[in-house]
C-alpha cells in the first residue's frame, strides 16, 4: 500500500522505449520469468489440449501448487465443486484463467531477492491482501466490469511489484517505512523527485515483460491515476484495485489517502452507490476473512 497523490510527473508523456532505457541507465532490472512461467506460455502458444500436460507443467513447482489451491478455494469460486487436483481446476476455469493466476503465485513466492526480509514479507503480505480483496471485488461486479478474478488477483498482485525493485536497487527507498505503525510508502511525487521514476511506471515494464495482458499491464501503470484511463476495462480494473486499497485499509484500521479524491469515480465504475457501499464493504470483508482465515 502506498500513501499516494496524484500524477503531475512528465514521465507519462514519454514513449515506453525513452522510459525503459531511463530504467536501465539507472541500474533497474526486471524479473525474470521462472520455469513453471515459460512452460505454462508454451503449452497456451502451441494450444495444449491435453490437460495432464498442463498440470505436470504446473507440478513443477510445489509451492505454487500450493498456493493455486488456496487460491481457487476463495469465495470467488464458490459456484465449482471442491477441486481434488490440477486437472480439476483447470478443466473448470481454463488454462488462460489457471495462467494468470499461475503468474501472480510466480512473481510473489520467489523471483526477487530478500535483503530487506522483514520489509519484504510485509509488502507481499499487502500485495497478496490486495489481490484477494480485488479478486473477490471483480467476482462480485463482474457483470457491471467484465473483468474476471483472475485478472483482478493477477493485477492485485503485479500491482505494487515496482516496489520491492525500488528497493533492491536504491536501498534508502524505504527508509521512511514504520512497519510498527503500518505507515505507508511514497507518493508518487516524491519517487519522482527522488529516482526519476516511481513504482507504477516500473511495476508496468515488469508486467509487460511477463507478458501481461495489455489492459492489465495499462492499469498498473495508472493504478493510482484512474481519471487518466479511458478504456472501459483498464477503467474498471483500477477501480477493482482501488476498491480493494480501500478495504485492505479498513480491515487494518488505517487510511486510505487517495480514497477522498477517488471515491466517486470508483463508486460510479463499479455501479456503486454512497448508500451502498457500506453493505457491500461489510459483504466484502466477511468474505475476506473466511478466505484468510481457512
Request: proline share 4%.
Amino acid at each position: 500500500m502506498q500513501n499516494m497523490t496524484p500524477h503531475t510527473h512528465e514521465s507519462m508523456d514519454l514513449t515506453d522505449a525513452q522510459l525503459f532505457k531511463g530504467l536501465t541507465e539507472r541500474g533497474l532490472k526486471l524479473p525474470p520469468q521462472p520455469r513453471v512461467v515459460e512452460d505454462l506460455q508454451k503449452c497456451r502458444l502451441r494450444k495444449e489440449k491435453d490437460l495432464r500436460v498442463v498440470a505436470r507443467v504446473i507440478s513443477q513447482d510445489a509451492g505454487i501448487v500450493a498456493l493455486l489451491f488456496r487460491a481457487v478455494q476463495s469465495s470467488a469460486y464458490h459456484e465449482y465443486p471442491p477441486f481434488r487436483s490440477i486437472e480439476d481446476i483447470i478443466h473448470a476455469i481454463g488454462i488462460d484463467r489457471v495462467f494468470n493466476l499461475v503468474q501472480a503465485i510466480a512473481l510473489a513466492t520467489g523471483t526477487m531477492s530478500r535483503a530487506q526480509r522483514k520489509t519484504y514479507e510485509h509488502f507481499w503480505a499487502n500485495s497478496t491482501a490486495v489481490a484477494q480483496l480485488a479478486m473477490l471485488v471483480a467476482k462480485d461486479r463482474v457483470t457491471v466490469c467484465n473483468v474476471f478474478p483472475d485478472e483482478a488477483y493477477l493485477a492485485g498482485i503485479f500491482h505494487d511489484c515496482g516496489i520491492p525493485l525500488l528497493m533492491e536497487r536504491f536501498p534508502a527507498y524505504c527508509r521512511k517505512l514504520d512497519l510498527d505503525r503500518q505507515e505507508l510508502w511514497f507518493s508518487i511525487s516524491e519517487e519522482d523527485q527522488c529516482y526519476q521514476t516511481d513504482h507504477s511506471v516500473v511495476g508496468y515494464f515488469v508486467a509487460k515483460h511477463w507478458k501481461l495482458p495489455t489492459f492489465i499491464c495499462n492499469a498498473i501503470r495508472f493504478h493510482h491515476d484512474l481519471e487518466r484511463v479511458s478504456e472501459h476495462n483498464e477503467r474498471s480494473l483500477v477501480a477493482i484495485l482501488q476498491m480493494a486499497i480501500k478495504l485492505h485499509c479498513l480491515s487494518l484500521h488505517v487510511v486510505h489517502q487517495e480514497w477522498p479524491d477517488t471515491r466517486k469515480l470508483v463508486l460510479d465504475e463499479l455501479g456503486l452507490s454512497e448508500a451502498s457501499f457500506p453493505e457491500f464493504s461489510d459483504e466484502i470483508l466477511e468474505r475476506y476473512n473466511a478466505l484468510t482465515a481457512a
